[in-house]
T-cell receptor, first 113, second 115 residues
Framework: NAGVTQTPKFRVLKTGQSMTLLCAQDMNHEYMYWYRQDPGMGLRLIHYSVGEGTTAKGEVPDGYNVSRLKKQNFLLGLESAAPSQTSVYFC????????????FGPGTRLTVL | AQSVTQLDSQVPVFEEAPVELRCNYSSSVSVYLFWYVQYPNQGLQLLLKYLSGSTLVKGINGFEAEFNKSQTSFHLRKPSVHISDTAEYFCAVSESLSGYNKLIFGAGTRLAVHP
């Protein structure tokens, strides 16, 4: 039981490049989330999904897109990376939403030059 | 909208001393409250949560937290810390967003335990 996994662990992009971050969970959770973590700001929600085929915007969605084609996977895309998107990205999942607590992946450290 | 304030960005403490990490949230309506711990270069791990019932909540690794509705606080405590407790701790509160609960996180408190 791997829990929540994220690919890749590290990535360096040039401004304007695109990339996709992959999150996978093997706990059959309905809810999945993408956060970004920046120093002194805690975690901020980018997008979330309450089930396969559904996605919704969080606090800071601009510049990101997501897809949840399969229940176990939640993809985060950056179409045209900007230096302001340099951050650590965390994926999380939960069985029943916030009240059940969230299970986090190990994170992806992204640097945009 | 909910907000979470963690009053101390850093807390240094000696090993075996008690510690309290403070957390206040903005709303007095019914909420769910959480503490998460993040060890270096890792994701967040749930320490404990308050959903309802007893205001004193016990979590993993000997931590506990007390929900105080009148003061809108949810402070985290441990009577005797270990070097291995060195980590960043995040308080979070749930908020309803488009009919679904999501978490609002505080900025974090870095706990440094010294020998």
């Amino acid at each position: 039981n791997a829990g929540v996994t994220q690919t890749p662990k590290f990535r360096v992009l040039k401004t304007g490049q695109s990339m996709t971050l992959l999150c996978a969970q093997d706990m059959n959770h309905e809810y999945m989330y993408w956060y970004r973590q920046d120093p002194g700001m805690g975690l901020r929600l980018i997008h979330y999904s309450v089930g396969e085929g559904t996605t919704a915007k969080g606090e800071v969605p601009d510049g990101y897109n997501v897809s949840r084609l399969k229940k176990q996977n939640f993809l985060l895309g950056l179409e045209s990376a900007a230096p302001s998107q340099t951050s650590v990205y965390f994926c999380a999942s939960s069985p029943r939403g916030a009240s059940s607590g969230e299970f986090f992946g190990p994170g992806t450290r992204l640097t945009v030059l | 909208a909910q907000s979470v304030t963690q009053l101390d960005s850093q807390v240094p403490v000696f090993e075996e001393a008690p510690v309290e990490l403070r957390c206040n949230y903005s709303s007095s309506v019914s909420v769910y409250l959480f503490w998460y711990v993040q060890y270096p270069n890792q994701g967040l791990q749930l320490l404990l949560k308050y959903l309802s019932g007893s205001t004193l909540v016990k979590g993993i690794n000997g931590f506990e937290a007390e929900f105080n509705k009148s003061q809108t606080s949810f402070h985290l405590r441990k009577p005797s810390v270990h070097i291995s407790d060195t980590a960043e701790y995040f308080c979070a509160v749930s908020e309803s967003l488009s009919g679904y609960n999501k978490l609002i996180f505080g900025a974090g408190t870095r706990l440094a335990v010294h020998p």
